[in-house]
């Protein structure tokens, strides 16, 4: 009875062991077709257009802010004329993102990567009431320059034609890159000159189609969206 029962112990332990070497087996196999999948996904990337991302818009307005500041010497009275560069960005104060995306597929051999085509209308408005920026004197002189409205893209090769833009009563033509500092993709455009003291609202809308792979992010920027 004891021997048979060694037996008996012996064979599940065979067959656990057995169990234990198909799995590692189909394991292996699910790893090797996922590792290829993301392969096909990178190399349709590569080729084609990649994961998708869209952001925007943000309001950038350069400006120079000048004062006259002493310095101090054991002589006459000496004044410096300062001169320094900055940056205000601006969000919408509101924003909507209405899209629609059709989804398909991309085969290589066996393995298929997902694909789409995303088509949207973006509207919003910017709220611009006398904002906060930065500032070296109280009394300095401020020169604003010429205005940018930046949208950054996961990838600008999976624009679908020419996206359009209305600003205010303006029609805008887009030129590559985000125009956004550490931010390559994208698209910008430049605005006729605004004066930030002045309260004024201005309303924006936009028509875009992306092809991607594997995904798209859509980042809300707006105050209220």
Do not use: C
């Not at 004062?67 to 054991?74: L, M, N, Q, R, V």
């Not at 789409?116 to 509207?123: L, M, T, V």
């Not at 401020?142 to 930046?150: E, M």
């Not at 995904?215 to 920027?221: F, G, N, R, T």
């Amino acid at each position: 009875m004891q021997k048979t029962l060694l037996q008996k112990t012996a064979l599940i332990g065979l067959v656990l062991l057995i169990l234990q070497g198909l799995l590692l087996m189909i394991g292996g196999v699910v790893d090797e077709r996922h590792a290829r999948r993301d392969a096909v996904t990178r190399e349709i990337a590569s080729s084609h257009f990649g994961s998708q991302a869209f952001a925007g818009p943000v309001l950038s307005i350069p400006y120079v802010e000048e004062y006259e500041e002493a310095i101090p010497s054991t002589g006459q009275p000496a004044v410096a004329r300062q001169r320094i560069e900055r940056t205000l960005r601006l969000f919408p104060a509101r924003s909507e993102i209405l899209g629609a995306a059709a989804a398909g597929t991309k085969s290589r051999g066996l393995f298929k990567a997902r694909i789409f085509d995303w088509q949207a209308g973006i509207s919003g408005e910017f709220d611009i009431a006398a904002p906060a920026f930065e500032r070296s004197r109280e009394r300095s002189t401020i020169t604003w320059g010429r205005p940018t409205l930046s949208f950054a893209l996961g990838d600008p090769r999976g624009l679908i034609g020419t996206p359009t833009l209305r600003w205010g009563e303006e029609t805008l033509a887009f030129e590559k890159g985000s125009g956004l500092p550490n931010i390559g993709n994208g698209l910008h455009a430049s605005p006729a000159r605004i004066d930030p003291a002045r309260a004024q609202r201005i309303a924006y809308t936009m028509k875009i189609g992306l092809r991607g792979t594997d995904s798209l992010s859509v980042v809300p920027l707006a105050h209220a969206n």
